[in-house]
């Protein structure tokens, strides 16, 4: 007698597709605003969208949609070309168990 193979998400409650823990997708805050172009200058919006490190910020961390994103990335570029965006964040207080070289 064959053994029935079990799905894999057949265990699982509630629709295919939708997160397990219950987490609404995120919209594109610039689709919601109806914004047909991101602009440079306006740096309190960019600065949601780059990293404390001074990274761009990825389509799955920030919500933004593709053509947003797109638009993101080359306003943050823009941004720090004209210096109003910083390319890396200010150094902080040296943090020895972060790899590099030792001195001493």
Known sequence: ???SKARAGASRKGRPGRPVDGARRRYCSFCKEKVDEV???DVSAL???VSERGKIKTRRVSGACRRHQRQIAVAVK???EMALLPYV???A???EGRGGRRRG
């Open 93 to 95: 207080a040296r943090d």
């Open 89 to 91: 964040a200010a150094p």
């Open 47 to 49: 600065r949601r969208f």
């Open 39 to 41: 602009d440079y200058k």
């Open 1 to 3: 007698m064959p053994k």
């Open 78 to 80: 823009r941004a720090r």
